[in-house]
């Protein structure tokens, strides 16, 4: 009877463990709110604002603490001061966190795949943001990752890139600008031409598994990305100095009939939205917020631009919601008192090829 009685514990223990499971990966999502550049040293009261928003998930969008080191120790050492941020701890224990790096967390200015220390680097950033230890992101280089969630009867996926670890030199600004009067700063980099197509942002195993992602089933696809997709050059990091690469990505969303795509970038230190023409598909929308707590004196020139930079500090939030029988999304960007500073309201088929 005992051997029974020990039996039936069993299988029921295996049924809940399956039905949780089957619950977790079918999670309703509808708000997400993410942001970039937040530095260790700083209060960071935005987290509190975000957390008054109430939303399901937060994604850090890279620049998460500022590094800047290849000693190891104290990498580790500044990510403890995020840790031990009051105000980060009740955004950790509110609101679930999902993460990439930029360049100052990776650990230096503009670095890419040269950086000595980003196999080091990538332990800690995984280790911080709680990442499970049998993780693909684990097995592989690089910390490029997806999620898929349910919100308003649709398939959500969040497909996070890492845009550091297979990146090749960015090409240094010749003055091949320099007739541009808009450009009334100093430029850093330079576009590599069509003819220079050896120059990776992604890297070839990141496309592979990009394309791979791009083709799962999903109605909405939300794509972070530690740089700004959708803006046109201005001389600082961007996708448009790999302009080969941002094509590619374009084309994939085509060949693969990819809908719904938007969007989210940081880096900058200020707020914008951008859409990005998609010859023969529709819009890119991408909708930069940074930062939680540092700031820049100006916004770049974009041609892209559609609703006007804000300088403070912000948070990005996109919402999925139904009204009648539409799936509608809000792109917005608020400030540290809950003022809505950018918003923008599109009919998920305005999205779809």
């Avoid at 998930?57 to 620049?63: A, R």
């Avoid at 100052?104 to 709680?130: P, T, V």
């Avoid at 930062?291 to 996109?318: C, Y």
Wanted: aromatic share 14%; glycine share 4%; net charge positive.
């Amino acid at each position: 009877m005992t051997y029974f009685k020990n039996n039936y514990v069993f299988i029921i223990f295996i049924l809940v463990f399956f039905v949780n499971n089957i619950f977790a990966q079918k999670k309703q999502i509808s708000k997400i709110a993410f942001g970039s550049c937040s530095h260790q040293t700083n209060d960071l009261p935005i987290f509190d604002a975000v957390i008054k928003q109430k939303p399901d998930l937060f994604i850090f969008l890279g620049d998460n603490i500022y590094g800047d080191t290849e000693d190891m120790q104290t990498l580790q050492e500044k990510y403890n001061l995020l840790a031990n941020k009051p105000t980060f701890k009740r955004l950790k224990k509110n609101v679930p966190l999902i993460a990439t790096w930029d360049d100052h967390d990776f650990g230096k200015n503009d670095a890419g795949r040269h950086y000595s220390q980003k196999e080091a680097s990538k332990k800690i950033f995984l280790d911080f943001f709680d990442e499970p230890k049998d993780s693909e992101r684990r097995k592989r280089k690089g910390i490029y990752t997806s999620y898929f969630y349910k919100t308003e009867g649709k398939i959500l996926q969040i497909i996070v890139l890492d845009t550091r670890t297979f990146r090749d030199n960015l090409k240094i600004y010749n003055g091949e600008f320099s007739n541009k009067k808009e450009f009334n700063y100093t430029l850093d980099y330079a576009p590599y031409s069509s003819k220079e197509t050896d120059s990776t942002l992604l890297g070839k195993t990141q496309w592979t598994w990009l394309e791979q992602e791009l083709k799962k089933p999903a109605d909405i696809r939300i794509v972070a990305s530690s740089t700004q997709f959708g803006i046109s050059y201005n001389g600082y990091e961007a996708w448009e100095n790999f302009p080969h690469e941002k094509q590619r990505f374009l084309d994939l969303i085509k060949k693969n009939k990819a809908n719904g795509v938007i969007f989210i970038s940081g880096d900058v230190h200020y707020a914008e939205l951008s859409a990005q023409k998609n010859q023969n598909s529709y819009p890119i929308y991408d909708l930069t917020s940074s930062g939680l707590s540092s700031t820049w004196d100006f916004a770049a020139p974009n041609t892209n631009r559609i609703q006007e930079p804000v300088m403070e500090n912000n948070f990005g939030l996109i919402t999925i919601f139904k009204e009648k029988n539409d799936i509608k999304i809000s792109l917005e960007i608020l400030d540290i008192t809950q003022q809505k500073r950018i918003q923008k309201v599109i009919d998920l088929k305005e999205i779809r090829n």
